[in-house]
């Protein structure tokens, strides 16, 4: 079974500096989707940013972007210039049919 | 209004009642899931609907019962609740690439 692993149970970041959060996965197919969702307090789920498996480039969205590294297995999150809006649970997660989430790493943004 | 959503929003119940916590979308979306969301353990599936008719069970389905009789409406019953099941529910949609989430259900089981 596909496993989803982030290390990081809490950051914390300066407002306009970056951080990045750290997921790795675990699968033997080689088509798929990762996805990053946050959280805010609210609970809902919001999609963040998403990478195909076969794109080799990076994915990107405004000040998010990633670092998918396929033979590694790695997939992390990095947020520029952060704002305290930002501030949310956030969420890694595969798809090969259905999603598999990670247990998620709290963010805390400085003011 | 279009999405995705669930009722009731809160609910309290005690050991061994049978309660339903209902999942309603407006896109015609083909899959239809069931998460819960506990602290530690991320979002686990319950269970997930390909079609009306079709459920399949997923990470977590022990004491849980789901039916999809109708495309947009996918309701997820425990039938003997059990202070264990406490946790927020959330149900989704999906059609191509992206996930909708409904706005989720925090069940607490006394």
């Known amino acids: 079974a596909q496993t989803v692993t982030q290390s990081q149970p809490e950051m914390s970041v300066q407002e306009a500096e970056t951080v990045t959060l750290s997921c790795t996965y675990d699968?033997?197919?080689?088509?798929?989707?990762l996805f990053w969702y946050k959280q805010p307090p609210s609970r809902q789920m919001i999609l963040v940013i998403r990478?195909?498996?076969?794109?080799?480039q990076n994915a990107t969205e405004n000040r998010f972007s990633v670092n998918f590294q396929k033979a590694a297995k790695s997939f992390s999150l990095k947020i520029s210039d952060s704002q305290l809006g930002d501030a949310a649970m956030y969420f890694c997660a595969y798809r090969e049919n259905k999603l598999v989430f990670g247990a998620g790493t709290i963010l805390r943004v400085k003011s | 209004d279009a999405g995705i959503t669930q009722s009731p929003r809160y609910k309290i119940t005690e050991t061994g009642r049978q309660v339903t916590l209902m999942c309603h979308q407006t896109?015609?979306?083909?899959?239809m899931f069931w998460y819960r969301q506990d602290l530690g353990h991320g979002l686990r599936l319950i269970y997930y609907s390909a079609a009306a008719d079709i459920t399949d069970k997923g990470e977590v389905p022990d004491g849980y019962v789901v039916s999809r009789s109708k495309t947009e409406n996918f309701p997820l019953t425990l039938e003997s609740a059990t202070r264990s099941q406490t946790s927020v529910y959330f149900c989704a949609s999906r059609e191509s690439y992206e996930q909708y989430f409904g706005p989720g259900t925090r069940l607490t089981v006394t």
């Open positions: 990478q195909e498996a076969y794109k080799q």
């Open positions: 896109w015609s979306h083909s899959y």
């Open positions: 699968t033997s197919e080689s088509d798929y989707y």
